[in-house]
């Protein structure tokens, strides 16, 4: 397998919402303290499906469930040395100016501190986002879904590994 470009990512493709949440359970496992994770794509296309995939990889037994209402949530993880928590945050209806009603501050790292920062709908916030992240976009496809997750800023070094891991979905 040839090393991915880091401007073109990796692409994926999910048969089915049980892909899409083995997916995110792969991709959780390879991610550390501090990472942020940023979702975009059309409703119904899989970002709640994904997150609780990267929750179970990341180390949470809890029921995760789309935030859209109370805009953010947080899922203990366990067994994962300096890894806390997982935080999930809807964007959807956020201004990058109500970001510090949710403890957002700046590039968000005191949120990142010792836990994971998933953002849906990350797009409508795309000012206040790190360079460091991991962008994953999704897609309706017939059947499933399609992912492309581009790697930026520190995290590039790491999308060889993550490609590796997802080799099993990675689009021909």
Known sequence: MTAPDPQS??????????????IGRAIGGQLRPGDLVTLDGPLGAGKTTLVRGLALGAGSHDDVSSPTFVLSQEYEIEGRPGLDALVHIDAYRLSPGELP??????????????????????????????DDRLAVALEHAD??????????????????????????????
């Open 9 to 22: 990512g990796i692409a994926l493709e999910a048969a089915n919402a049980e892909a899409t949440r083995a």
């Open 101 to 130: 009603s949710i403890g957002w501050e700046g590039d968000a790292a005191e949120l990142r501190r010792g836990a994971l920062v998933v953002v849906e709908w990350a797009s409508r916030i795309a000012e206040a986002l790190p």
């Open 143 to 172: 059947p499933g879904r399609r992912m492309t997750l581009q790697a930026r800023g520190g995290l590039r070094e790491r999308l060889p590994a993550l490609q590796n891991t997802l080799a099993p979905w990675v689009a021909t």
